[in-house]
């Protein structure tokens, strides 16, 4: 029974104490889902949507959370999303150099267990966004590191000069 795990509880225990203060109560929310859509973020409660935006606000100012998109996400969650997005696609460069990078499917399975499963579709989507904000950039159903270049793989790399001098000469 999941309400009896020690984590389960810890979340209990935090939303006990910060049942009168939105803040600490949005920051235990998002961190046991580890994204929310923001339009959703206590849509049940006796807070304001001015005291919700307003308290979201000095939680990503303080890095406990961020913003993307239409989501609020647990910071170390997210980076932990984004590092591992990163070395999938790093590893698809490594396996293929050949290709021009990684499958978004291949992608999307590499993350689907760490994304919210309600959300896996729109945060894939978030996360694909986000990265291509910094080192890497979307070529159609492919996403790579903007430097990745396609080559031959390591055994045909000979093969492929002996093939370029022979058209050459």
Not at 82 to 97: F, L, N, S, Y
Not at 98 to 124: H, I, K, N, S, Y
Not at 129 to 151: H, I, K, M, N, Y
């Amino acid at each position: 029974r999941a309400f009896r795990t020690p984590a389960y509880q810890q979340w209990l225990a935090r939303l006990a104490e910060s049942i009168e203060n939105v803040e600490p109560f949005i920051a235990a929310y998002v961190a046991r889902d580890g994204a929310v859509r923001r339009s959703h973020v206590l849509l049940k409660s006796n807070s304001s949507a001015t005291d919700i935006d307003n308290a979201i606000a000095r939680l990503v100012a303080a890095g406990a959370l961020v913003t993307v998109g239409d989501f609020v996400c647990d910071q170390a969650r997210w980076q932990a999303i984004g590092r591992k997005a990163a070395e999938a696609i790093d590893a698809a460069h490594r396996a293929h150099p050949e290709r021009l990078g990684c499958p978004l499917a291949d992608l999307r399975t590499a993350l689907e267990a760490d994304l919210p499963a309600a959300l896996v579709a729109d945060m894939f989507d978030a996360v694909v966004a986000r990265l291509c904000e910094g080192d890497f950039v979307r070529v159609g159903s492919v996403v790579r590191r903007a430097a990745q270049r396609p080559r031959l793989p390591e055994p045909l790399q000979a093969a492929g000069v002996k093939l370029v001098q022979a058209v050459a000469a």
